[in-house]
């Protein structure tokens, strides 16, 4: 039926077998004399509990009364505690026990005050103080105005009490949500609750036009659970207290309201600040510090030895309102309807107020990244131009390169261009004869039409050929077989060698090479090469005379290697022969070699030249196979 914990003052280990000495071999008036004297003078509070230490809301308000008196007490306080547990029941059974109890705990000595949380406390400590602490000053806490006998109240009473104003906790109600119809009011079926039913009932008797009002009174608190969760629209709950349902469950108020919480489908409101930041969405309601604050103000002043009489409060009302940010965002209430001075507690940060810091600095980060790339961008941009107006120019360049070359090719196009005329022209004037006969022979005359077919044909190929070297384009990336474009530069020049008295030969790599680039601009350079290598043999007077052209695969790279028989290259001119403008011949340019290397670099390549042991230069093309 009770508690007790005792807070003694700091102590050695001597005084604790002391302590031992004294409890079991003295009487307990003695023992509580020399125990005092041995800890030194103090102060002894007893506090009562209405319905025990830990029901809210009364313990709250014992909390913070217990730590502020600890706090602000200049001397040591042996705070003793008592919960009167008969105030939980429907039917309390007898007080008797509980006073003979602690009439022979204090009879030898006597509490310095005696505090009493809540209604049921206030009302035990007035009925039986003369038999318990007659003289002992008496501070009725946490106590609604209306609950007070003032007719048994003393000279060393204090009141510090409260004033419940329901209209107002109802008026919030409808003024954060108009649109309600009911309310279902949560309260247990004890004495004390039974008090507050009939009170609620009398105050609100203005809204009866207005609202609904559902008692749960009469449920079990699992009735009350399921009720809670299908409720009809524009209903609110109100949580009034639950201390015992009605078929006698006691419940912890704190844990009944969190059960409650996790099932409504409606919100719910209070007016005690210990139900607040859990469950309800707030409003004007008692507010525990200004409790506390006036009770342990009392408290000292009569521990040191204030006259109780002098000290007068009136009943405490609602603080100013404040809501449950979680709350109203999660039933759609609008921060527009709550009354003005409102406080709003719970908000959580944004993401901005949050993390200010760290998005000012990504922000920065961003903002000098994106300087960066603009940098680069606007760096690649004149970039991409530059190497497009460089291809342009290599492109009009290597077109009169190509122009120049073909000029050299003359006299080859032309043998190639006259072989198959002459060859139409001879086959059509013997079909002419034929035809004047007096039986033609068909099929001789088919054999004929094939010819010129196949003469046509390759006429047309040499100047299909001729056209895509002299054709003016841009710089245009596709995929080449590579041993095929090597085939028909070579045919370009075949006549010209073969009138030099020079033997071209030709030996591709048995697999197809595929590359990536221009297939007329690769072309040119094998043309220069070849032709170039054709002029070397053509300077010297040896009997072999011999260019030749060969591709193999090396590693991801293919390799056009085109060697000669001629004299090489002088070793001081190895280095200078892509030069522009360095030749070695007296009517050239200088250019052939020098935009032949920036042709084969543009394609991510490259070209070199060497000498062979055996006499003779070599010059080898490297491009990257495609992928």
Request: proline residues 6%; contains cysteine; glycine residues 6%.
């Amino acid at each position: 039926m009770s508690s007790v914990s005792v807070r003694p003052w700091p102590a050695v280990a001597a005084w604790l077998c002391l302590s031992l000495f004294v409890a079991f071999c003295l009487p307990p008036g003695r023992a509580g004399a020399v125990e005092r004297s041995q800890r030194g003078e103090f102060k002894r509070v007893l506090v009562l509990h209405s319905f025990g230490r830990d029901f809210r809301p009364w313990s709250e308000y014992a909390r913070d009364i217990k730590a502020g008196l600890e706090r602000q007490s200049p001397w040591p306080l042996d705070i003793q505690e008592h919960a009167l547990l008969t105030a939980r029941f429907n039917n309390p059974g007898p007080e008797a026990p509980f006073v003979d109890y602690l009439h022979s705990l204090y009879q030898g000595e006597k509490p310095d005050i005696v505090l009493s949380i809540g209604a049921p406390a206030a009302r035990f400590a007035q009925k039986y103080r003369a038999r318990l602490f007659p003289d002992t000053p008496l501070i009725l806490s946490a106590v609604e105005h209306r609950l007070i006998n003032r007719d048994d109240l003393r000279d060393n009473d204090v009141v510090v009490a409260i004033r419940n104003d329901f209209v107002a906790a109802f008026d919030n109600i409808l003024r954060l949500l108009p649109d309600t119809k009911s309310v279902a009011i949560v309260i247990g079926a004890s004495p004390l609750e039974k008090f507050w039913m009939e009170e609620v009932k009398r105050e609100l008797k203005p809204l009866g036009d207005r609202l609904e009002l559902v008692w749960y009174s009469d449920l079990s608190f699992e009735d009350i659970l399921k009720r809670a969760s299908t409720l009809p629209p524009h209903t609110v709950l109100f949580w009034g207290l639950m201390s015992v349902d009605a078929v006698g469950v006691v419940h912890e108020s704190d844990i009944a309201l969190r059960s409650l919480h996790a099932v409504a489908n409606a919100p719910i409101f209070s007016y005690q600040e210990p139900f607040f930041g859990d469950s309800t969405v707030g409003g004007p309601m008692h507010l525990v510090s200004e409790t506390t604050s006036r009770t342990v103000s009392a408290a000292i002043g009569i521990l040191g030895g204030a006259d109780p009489a002098s000290i007068k409060y009136e009943p405490l009302g609602f603080g100013a309102p404040k809501y449950d940010w979680r709350e109203l965002r999660r039933w759609g209430i609008s921060e527009s309807r709550l009354p003005p001075g409102s406080a709003i507690v719970f908000r959580e940060p944004n993401v901005w107020q949050r993390y200010r810091w760290q998005m000012v600095l990504i922000t920065a980060v961003f903002l000098v990244q994106a300087g960066l790339i603009s940098g680069l961008l606007h760096e690649g941009r004149g970039r991409r131009v530059a190497e497009v107006e460089s291809r342009q120019r290599l492109a009009e360049l290597a077109h009169v390169n190509r122009y120049s070359t073909v000029g050299e090719l003359t006299t080859s196009i032309a043998h190639e261009l006259n072989q198959p005329l002459g060859s139409i022209l001879t086959n059509a004037e013997t079909a002419e004869l034929m035809l004047k006969g007096n039986s033609p022979d068909l099929h001789e005359l088919s054999q004929i039409l094939a010819d010129i077919r196949r003469d046509d044909l390759r006429a047309s190929e040499v100047i299909r050929r001729l056209r895509a070297v002299l054709r003016k384009t841009p710089f245009e990336v596709k995929d080449i077989e590579l041993n095929d474009t090597v085939r028909e530069a070579i045919g370009l020049v075949g006549a010209v060698a073969h009138g030099r008295r020079i033997a071209l030969t030709y030996m591709p790599v048995l697999m197809d090479l595929h590359v990536k680039g221009d297939p007329v601009q690769l072309q040119q350079v094998i043309l220069n090469l070849i032709i170039n290598a054709m002029d070397a043999v053509s300077e010297t007077d040896g009997e072999k005379r011999e260019v030749s052209v060969a591709t193999l695969r090396a590693g991801h790279h293919a390799e056009i290697r085109i060697t000669d028989t001629g004299a090489g290259i002088a070793a001081p001119d190895l280095a200078n022969v892509f030069d522009p403008f360095f030749t070695t011949k007296p009517e050239g340019m200088g250019m052939g070699l020098a935009i032949a290397k920036t042709i084969v670099e543009a394609h991510h390549g490259t070209i070199s030249a060497s000498n062979q042991l055996a006499g003779g230069a070599l010059f080898t093309i490297r491009l990257p196979i495609a992928r």
